[in-house]
């Protein structure tokens, strides 16, 4: 087998890559990189900061400032994401965000960008957050904004349009929303509002017609178009608008702030993510202002900040620690080398350790939570929202560091973390994102984004499942009393057949977190593989036929984002370092281990590694929601490592064969 791929190069590139992970640990025992990528998040952060008169300094400023001059595009709009086409919604947002920050209207670069938005109808055509954002600047007017109102949160919690059932992330975003549109909240205008009004509107601003502008949203920016369904519930709340009553609404207003304050406390004035952390704040800006909630957010922002090479931007959640290390731990035990970073490992479970949720959160049926107890967040312990697959895979961290280190965690936290994920699973077999799936998918016929897709329902999703499935199973073979195994092996047997039911005619996995049939085949795979599919298994066989057809003349594997936007494979022209090491990890348990395919694939990576056993910058590996990429910094010192070293694994297991022959 040694003819395969030289096993002492391959063992150099592991020794290289494993050095370069352990030296990029952080004291705190993480891996800390950047989570960012999302333009039009750090427009909002600075339109919030001048609304509550509390900017950041000079310099950040600046440094916001370069950002948005580094990802402006040649066309002079702004887009989603960085390297991605232009969007309205974010070039409007851009936009503004600067002339806030003082720059002047002359400066070449907004010239440019105000000339790309006028010539795509103005602000009018912002998509329906970018017109919420502008009405609490003062800058539109509320009849130009979809109603929000807060009775909604009033109704009867079986009613299937219930904010309660909607995804978390959404529904926590249109919480504070739907406090902030009850009492119409705006900045006063000041000068520089007023002098906005004329740059972002082709028209005059007072001779808008601004009830007509709710739904209109560039055709550039359209990626689930207005529906039926939701343009009958629209006309349904501005009808309810006229005649709403001041007694409910002062009522409703009550009960979201409420809502409002309880995610705050629970999340240490974190907040789920970055648009609804600034919501919030807005919220007690405008209930009490001055007041020490408003100081208590103000003090977090930083949080979701990272200064990059180009300059200072918002993330999107306040970082990846926890996600990121529980794979770089599990990278570094494939490698077989966790005696010789036995410190490294050490560290890595420590966080693991401290992060782990211990409990659930207060009067939770009153604030529309699910259990928290046993659960791992994406960030740190303080976030507090466990996800599934965060949770499986601290788990599974755990499990594999549980004899390298001094303090193994307890038989019952680890109990907590399976009954956690044992009740997250959903009635079609697969696993969600942060909770059950609270409605039917077609109220994602509501979906009121128009830019974004699947933001109501928290559907079953292949990464999460297979997550899960493997947690699951590894902590089967602990051994466990019987009760608690039929509950376990009820799960496998359900989520398995949620992989093989999702696997596409063509042999793939479409992922939803990363890009994406190399990220969701290589999910897939694993979790089939470790719940006894045999590497000569038609579904196993089919996605290695899938993968091989795909791998590109240099040997590597590469995806744009546009594999999630339409739903089919779409190339990078090169190979790209994460995608690559993927498709490698998949192959390498399929019948396709000992192909040429997986050696091109190897020399790829050999290829790419630098002197310091390092990968360079290159294609955003991350998504949400189908439309925004997202930056996950380690995924190349991570997988890199790992598929080399899976690879190193095979080499030695298959001379240790010859030899006994």
Not at 71 to 86: C, K, R, T
Not at 215 to 233: G, I
Not at 454 to 476: F, G, K, M, N, P
Request: hydrophobic share 40%.
């Amino acid at each position: 087998m040694n003819h395969w791929v030289a096993q002492s190069d391959i063992s150099q590139a592991v020794d290289l890559a494993l050095r370069h992970l352990r030296e990029t640990q952080a004291p705190d025992g993480s891996w800390h990189g950047d989570y960012g990528g999302p333009v039009f998040l750090l427009p909002t952060l600075i339109a919030a900061t001048h609304i509550i008169d509390q900017p950041f300094d000079r310099k950040t400023e600046q440094d916001f400032i370069r950002f948005f001059k580094h990802y402006q595009n040649a066309d002079g709009g702004w887009p989603l994401h960085i390297h991605g086409q232009s969007y309205v919604y974010t070039t409007a947002l851009s936009y503004v965000a600067q002339r806030l920050m003082g720059v002047p209207a002359d400066d070449p670069d907004l010239q440019r960008g105000r000339m790309w938005l006028l010539d795509r109808g103005g602000a009018v055509n912002v998509a329906p957050w970018g017109k919420f954002l502008f009405a609490l600047l003062n800058l539109y007017d509320y009849e130009g904004v979809l109603p929000v109102p807060p009775e909604l949160w009033l109704l009867p919690r079986a009613f299937p349009a219930h904010p309660s059932r909607f995804w978390c992330h959404s529904r926590m975003v249109y919480l504070p929303m739907s406090y902030l549109y009850g009492i119409r909240a705006q900045a006063p205008a000041t000068p520089i509002e007023r002098s906005l009004r004329s740059e972002i509107f082709c028209e005059p601003y007072d001779s808008l017609d601004f009830g007509t502008t709710q739904t209109r949203c560039a055709p550039c920016d359209v990626y689930v178009p207005v529906s039926r369904s939701f343009r009958v519930l629209s006309g349904l709340l501005n009808g309810y608008e006229t005649v709403a009553s001041k007694k409910l609404r002062d009522r409703a207003n009550a009960f979201v702030l409420d809502q409002v304050r309880q995610e705050d406390d629970n999340t240490n004035n974190i907040c789920i993510g970055p648009i609804n952390k600034v919501l919030n704040m807005l919220c007690w800006h405008f209930a009490e202002p001055g007041g020490e909630r408003v100081t208590a957010h103000r003090r977090q922002l930083p949080e979701y900040l990272w200064k990059g090479t180009h300059g200072t931007h918002m993330q999107g959640y306040n970082s990846s620690r926890l996600w990121d290390t529980a794979f770089a731990a599990q990278a570094i035990c494939a490698s077989g080398r966790v005696e010789e970073a036995r410190d490294t490992v050490e560290r890595a479970h420590g966080y693991i350790d401290r992060n782990q949720v211990l409990e659930d959160t207060p009067d939770r049926t009153r604030y529309f939570r699910d259990p928290s107890k046993g659960g791992w967040p994406f960030s740190d312990r303080k976030h507090g929202w466990p996800i599934s697959d965060c949770t499986a895979e601290g788990l599974k961290c755990a499990l594999a560091l549980k004899h390298y280190v001094d303090a193994p965690l307890s038989k019952e936290r680890l109990e907590d973390a399976v009954e956690l994920i044992l009740g997250w699973q959903n009635a079609d077999g697969g696993w969600p994102t942060y909770e059950r799936s609270r409605t039917a998918p077609w109220m994602e016929a509501l979906n009121p984004s128009l830019i974004f897709g699947d933001i109501i329902v928290d559907h079953s999703y292949v990464e999460c499942t297979s997550a899960c499935l493997q947690a699951l199973i590894r902590y089967r073979e602990e051994g466990i009393d019987h009760a608690l195994e039929h509950r376990i092996e009820k799960a496998i047997e359900r989520g398995r057949q949620f992989l093989l039911n999702r696997q596409r005619a063509d042999g793939s996995w479409m992922g939803a977190w990363g890009i994406c049939f190399t990220y969701g085949t290589w999910f897939a795979v694993s979790g089939l593989r470790t719940a006894g599919l045999a590497a000569e298994s038609v579904p196993v066989r089919r996605a290695a036929a899938f993968l091989a057809s795909h791998q590109l003349p240099d040997g590597g594997w590469g995806e744009t984002i546009e594999s999630c936007r339409r739903g089919e494979y779409a190339s990078c022209t090169s190979g790209q370092v994460v995608m690559t090491s993927w498709a490698v990890l998949s192959l390498l348990q399929s019948e396709m281990a000992d192909s040429e395919q997986v050696r091109a694939g190897l020399r790829f990576l050999q290829d790419r590694q630098e002197v310091d056993g390092s990968w360079p910058d290159e294609t955003i590996a991350g998504v949400f929601n189908k439309t925004c990429a997202i930056t996950y910094d380690n995924y190349r010192k991570i997988f890199g490592l790992w598929a080399l070293a899976a690879a190193e694994a095979r080499l030695k297991s298959a001379a240790k064969d010859e030899g006994m022959a």
